[in-house]
Nanobody
Framework: QVQLVESGGKLVQAGGSLRLSCAASGRTFSSYAMGWFRQAPGKEREFVARISWNSGITYYTDSVKGRFTISRDNAKNTLYLQMNGLKPEDTAVYYC????????????WGQGTQVTVSS
């Protein structure tokens, strides 16, 4: 199983940008499709974006299309989420995960990284 550590979250003003990172341990990172999820206060965790093992296919939830970009560097065992045009409703704890479709493959989550967007 791949171990994942998220980072890069912080307080940012609306309209700003952030890049989140997800560092993966293990030699099998490049074999997996990966995704980002988020959980806002009082809400369930939701899917944000996914990327295939070779970066050939990406998919986004409608609310972030055109603003967020998911990418990966298999040589560095790292997943990224570039977030532009941030809105207050993007405020959440962001998590990365190995995915199958748009669902997490394992029922195990890291500590996440907090993104707060002020209006």
């Amino acid at each position: 199983q791949v171990q994942l550590v998220e980072s890069g979250g912080k307080l940012v003003q609306a309209g700003g940008s952030l890049r989140l990172s997800c560092a993966a341990s293990g030699r099998t990172f490049s074999s997996y499709a990966m995704g980002w999820f988020r959980q806002a206060p009082g809400k369930e965790r939701e899917f944000v974006a996914r990327i295939s093992w070779n970066s050939g296919i990406t998919y986004y939830t409608d609310s972030v299309k055109g603003r967020f970009t998911i990418s990966r560097d298999n040589a560095k065992n790292t997943l990224y989420l570039q977030m532009n045009g941030l809105k207050p409703e993007d405020t959440a704890v962001y998590y990365c995960a190995v995915v199958r479709g748009i669902s997490p493959l394992y029922d195990s989550w890291g500590q996440g990284t907090q993104v707060t967007v002020s209006s």
